[in-house]
C-alpha cells in the first residue's frame, strides 16, 4: 500500500515539474513582460501590492497563468506576486477540528441510536488540498459523517457501548486512506455520545438494577455463611473454657450499660452459674 501511494506521488510531482518544463508559450511571456512593465511603471506603490507575507503556519499555492508555479508550496515568509498574471491561495496547516453532528444509525442489532463524534485532521500537502479538491474541509466534513453511518452500521449496540475506541480507530484509518488524495491526515476521530431510546434506556436500567440486586443477596448470603461459622468457633471456644463464659457475660453488661446509660444491678453471683454449667456437664 504504502509503494502504491509513493508511487503515486512520484508521478503526481513528475506531472507538476514537466507542467512547469514545458514554458508558457508566447503569449504567456507576452503577458509576463506587460506584467513586469506595469510594476516598473507603477513602482513603488505596486511594490506593496506584489509582495505577500505567508505566516509560519500557512503555505502559498501560486498560480502563473493558471499553472502552480515551482510544482509546491511556497512559505514561509515573504513570496513575489506579479500583478494580473499570479494567483495565489493560502492553505492553513494547523490541526483543525469538528464536531460529527448527531447521525441516526440503525445498528446491527435493528437498534436504532443516535451518535456523534469529533474528528482532528490537518492538511499534510498543501498542493493536494487545491489541486485535487475544490472544498477539501467540506468534503473531509462529509466523508466523516457518512464513514461514521457506514462503520456503526456494521456493529451491535453492546460493541458499540463497549469498543468505542476500537470502533474510533477503524474510523480514522477509513478517513485518513480516502483523503491522503486530498493531502488529508486525519490525527484522530472520537465517538463522544452515543444517545438511546428511551424505552431500551428503561430496559437496560431494570436490567442493571436487578443484576445488582442479584449480587446483594448473594453477597449478603455469603457474610451469613461467614458469620454463622464464625459464631458457631466462637461457641466451641467458650463451651470449652468456662472462665472465657463469665467474660463474655461480663463484658455484654458493660455494653448494655454503656449503650443505654444506667446502671444494672445484677443480684445472683456469678458462681452459681459456674454451678450450673458444671452440672450441665
Known amino acids: 500500500m504504502d509503494s502504491k501511494i509513493s508511487t503515486q506521488e512520484k508521478k503526481r510531482e513528475d506531472h507538476f515539474i514537466s507542467a512547469v518544463k514545458e514554458g508558457i508559450g508566447c503569449c504567456g511571456w507576452i503577458l509576463l513582460f506587460l506584467s513586469g512593465l506595469l510594476m516598473l511603471i507603477t513602482f513603488p506603490i505596486s511594490i506593496w501590492m506584489c509582495i505577500k507575507v ?8 501560486t498560480f502563473r497563468l493558471g499553472r502552480i508555479t515551482y510544482g509546491k508550496a511556497r512559505g514561509p515568509g515573504l513570496i513575489f506576486i506579479l500583478p494580473c498574471t499570479d494567483t495565489y491561495v493560502k492553505v492553513d496547516l494547523r490541526i483543525i477540528s469538528f464536531a460529527i453532528p448527531p447521525q441516526e444509525i440503525l445498528s446491527k442489532d435493528s437498534v436504532t441510536t443516535s451518535v456523534d463524534g469529533v474528528v482532528f485532521y490537518k492538511i499534510e500537502n498543501a498542493v493536494k488540498a487545491v489541486a485535487n479538491i475544490s472544498n477539501v474541509h467540506k468534503a473531509t466534513h462529509q466523508l466523516a459523517q457518512s464513514t461514521l453511518r457506514n462503520v456503526l452500521g456494521t456493529q451491535c449496540l453492546s460493541s ?3 469498543n ?3 470502533i474510533a480507530h477503524n474510523i480514522q484509518t477509513i478517513l485518513d486512506s480516502a483523503t491522503h488524495e486530498w493531502g488529508v491526515k486525519v490525527n484522530r476521530v472520537e465517538i ?6 428511551l424505552q431500551l434506556q428503561r430496559a437496560m436500567a431494570a436490567e442493571a438494577e436487578a443484576s445488582r440486586e442479584a449480587r446483594a443477596k448473594v453477597i449478603a448470603a455469603e457474610g451469613e455463611m461467614n458469620a454463622s461459622r464464625a459464631l458457631k468457633e466462637a461457641s466451641m471456644v467458650i463451651t470449652e473454657s468456662p472462665a472465657a463464659l463469665q467474660l463474655r457475660y461480663l463484658q455484654t453488661l458493660a455494653t448494655v450499660a454503656t449503650e443505654n446509660n444506667s446502671t444494672i444491678v445484677f443480684p445472683l453471683p456469678i458462681d452459681i ?4 454449667v458444671k452440672r450441665r456437664k
Do not use: H, Q, S, T
Request: charged fraction near 45%; glycine fraction near 4%; charge should be negative.
Open 54 to 61: 505567508i505566516k509560519e503556519y500557512e503555505r502559498a499555492i
Open 160 to 162: 458499540i457501548l463497549a
Open 164 to 166: 468505542r475506541e476500537e
Open 192 to 197: 463522544r455520545d452515543v444517545r438511546l431510546p
Open 273 to 276: 452459674l459456674e454451678g450450673f
